[in-house]
Structure formats: structure tokens, C-alpha cells
């Protein structure tokens, strides 16, 4: 089952249930799935694709919640809270930071990188082993610190 077929399926259980929150966010979700169909036909729509909707609308969402967080809505900060978590439960498990660790050393060693000169080549290969798996923020940050041990 992909995972556009996921949602939808629990959308229509939520639908079911009478669960308002869940339906909302499940049918914005559905909405930007959509939205990205339309932007990449003829292609189709694979799990990747949903993966970076989810992360994009979690990025928006995140920026959001820090708002209503400075001004002191608390009602608002609950229900972005919530929505994180719902569009968090379709992201795939992350990788450990141990797990990410020796990714970083092997693309080195692959790349024969020796200097922080050669960070965008360490970070683009890194960038395609792990799919997604990782925020690039954090990926960056272990890269360099390999990098500048070197």
C-alpha cells in the first residue's frame, strides 16, 4: 500500500469516526498531495514525492506554531502541535545519529574528501544515500565536523 493510499484510507476512517482535527489536517494533506500530482505529471506520484509534501507542510507548519508561540496562543499552538504529530506518523523512521555518523565517514572515504573544500560533494552523496532520512541542517553540521577532523 503506498502511502498516498494510507492517508486516504485513514481519512475515510477518520471521516467515520467523526474525528473533525484529523479530518482537517488529512484532507490538507490530501489537498498538497494533489497539488504535487498535478506538478510533476506525466509522471507518476511515489512515496518519495508524499514524503517531501509531509516535509514541506511540517517546515510550514513548524514556522507557524513559532508565531502563535511569541504571541501567546495557546488554542492555536495545541492544534499545530497536533497537526506536526499526525504529518510526523506517515514520515518514515529517521536515522540514528550513530547510523548517520558512519554514512558521513563512508561517503568520505568513497569521495577521498580531505578538506572542508570538498563538502559539497561529501553533502550531495550523503544527501542521496540517505533519501530523506535525515534534516540536511543536522547532516550539514556532522559533515563538517568530519571534515574539519580530518
Known sequence: ?????????????????????????????????????IEIRPK?????HVISVLKKQIKQINESLEHYKKAGYSDQVKEEEFQISVLKSYLPEGLSSEELKKVVIEVIAETKANSIKDMGVVMKTVMAKTKGLAEGKILSQMVREELSNL
Open 1 to 37: 500500500m503506498s502511502l498516498k493510499e494510507k492517508i486516504l484510507e485513514e481519512l475515510s476512517a477518520s471521516m467515520k469516526q467523526r474525528d473533525k482535527a484529523k479530518v482537517k489536517i488529512l484532507r490538507f494533506i490530501n489537498s498538497a498531495i494533489k497539488n504535487k500530482e
Open 44 to 48: 507518476d506520484l511515489t512515496d518519495e
